[in-house]
């Protein structure tokens, strides 16, 4: 009797949760040594700075800086390494299928080599899969998958670089499905992926189109015209002191930000992190009550950092009033009636340069707003302001509608990799 318990309780454990319902039996277990090959650089197979080489004079050498956080390869800053120290280690030479998994560092991240343009071998903080008994992808969903993430950080040593070895890598424990159950779930997951590089390619072509665009409309070789079809009147030029007022935030002690909060606030960091050109939405609140409070209409610049100057050039549109505005910030108010959005994405795009160079400090960076209060400046009639303004607004708008598709079904993969796997 106990033994058929024991046996139920077993087979519970090998049948996922979510499952395609033509498929009933329950998974069997293996190793990874024993579903695949894994290779990696030991001994005089590694290399140094010295072996890499221009494009073109040797093979390209792949490693966990390859990988993004979508498990892609992504190839911008790529390195190449000598043919010698290539042809070196033939049994490390990367093919189309293979899967690669960082060991060292960058620790459990792995992509599938879906594509492959050029000669390639992997450097020494990650191994190579191939030579698979089970399908690749299948392999490929189920290692990217917390459950398997989880198996490697409880074997991986506890150094200041993590790491796992080849050894204990390979007597990890997959469940694994049939044949034909391993296709179904590999093809669904593919539908996903795909459908996420889709929208993540829209949204980046959106997001190119965006910054081209404006760059025409602050050149002004591309105007708007009013609702009657003529044309706005040439810009004119000021300087920023003359088109607004300064005031400075108060800083709010960081205990004082509770969620809930009677009072919205927005701080000097968020500005960098948090917001892009125009706040849509307050995040922060505090129950305080001291401090600078926002008009509606209020551009606001964070005024230090400890990056670069070209960090500082971020100027973000609030259009709420009552808004508390810490410490670090330079709040500039129109002198007279101006599109604050305009003002936004012009000054953070087509100025940006030219405030960054305004910048003081090497350890901590700041900026005045006496630094830039003489910095000569476009200023169009309100009317084509508002026009642009809503304009690039209605871009943001389709750019954040796409995050919010790419989040959505990146959370719905990832309950899927939980779900679909023992």
Not at 137 to 159: A, D, H, N, P, R
Not at 245 to 250: I, M, P, R, T, V
Request: proline share 3%; aromatic share 10%; net charge positive.
């Amino acid at each position: 009797m106990l033994e058929k318990q024991l046996s139920s309780i077993e087979r519970s454990r090998n049948i996922p949760k979510l499952r395609f319902p033509e498929f009933e039996s329950v998974w069997g277990t293996n190793i990874l040594n024993n579903l695949c090959l894994i290779k990696g650089r030991i001994g005089y197979k590694g290399y140094t700075k010295q072996d890499l080489v221009k494009k073109g004079e040797g093979a390209l050498t792949i490693g966990a800086k390859h990988i993004n956080k979508f498990n892609q390869l992504d190839f911008s800053d790529p390195e190449y390494i000598s043919w010698f120290k290539y042809d070196e280690s033939p049994e490390i030479k990367v093919d189309i299928g293979d899967v690669l998994f960082v060991q060292r560092g960058s620790l459990g991240a792995t992509a599938i080599v879906r594509e492959l343009k050029e000669p390639a071998t992997i450097n020494p903080s990650m191994v190579l899969l191939k030579d698979f008994k089970c399908l690749n992808l299948f392999l490929y969903y189920q290692l990217i998958g917390s459950k398997f993430q989880k198996l490697v950080s409880q074997v991986s040593t506890s150094t200041a670089v993590p790491m796992i070895s080849q050894r204990d890598l390979g007597s990890l424990q997959i469940n694994i499905p049939s044949l034909p159950e391993q296709q179904k779930i590999a093809s669904f997951l593919t539908d996903v992926d795909d459908k996420i590089t889709k929208l993540t390619k829209k949204k980046d072509l959106l997001e190119q189109y965006k910054k081209g665009i404006m760059q025409k409309i602050f050149n002004q070789e591309l105007r708007f015209k009013d609702d009657n079809g003529n044309a706005f009147p040439k810009w004119s030029k000021n300087k920023i002191g003359n088109v607004f007022n300064s005031l400075k935030g108060k800083g709010i002690p960081k205990g004082d930000v509770i969620s809930g909060g009677v009072n919205k606030c927005v701080l000097y960091g968020e500005l960098y992190t948090t917001y892009k050109e125009v706040i849509n939405k307050v995040e922060s609140s505090t129950n305080s009550e001291d401090g600078l409070k926002s008009l509606k209409g209020d551009l606001l610049i964070p005024s230090s950092t400890t990056t670069t100057g070209i960090d500082l050039a971020n100027v973000t549109a609030l259009n709420f009033d009552n808004v508390l505005l810490g410490g670090d910030i330079i709040v500039m108010r129109g002198k007279k009636e101006i599109n604050n959005i305009f003002y936004a994405y012009y000054l953070s795009n087509f100025k940006k340069h030219q405030i960054a160079s305004r910048a003081q400090g090497i350890t901590i960076v700041h900026i005045y707003f006496n630094s830039i209060k003489d910095l000569e400046i476009d200023v169009p009639v309100v009317e084509e302001q508002t026009k642009i303004a809503n304009f690039l607004s209605d871009i943001d708008e389709k750019i954040e509608a796409l995050a919010t598709k790419i989040e959505r079904n990146k959370a719905f993969k990832k309950g899927l990799l939980q779900k679909m796997f023992v």
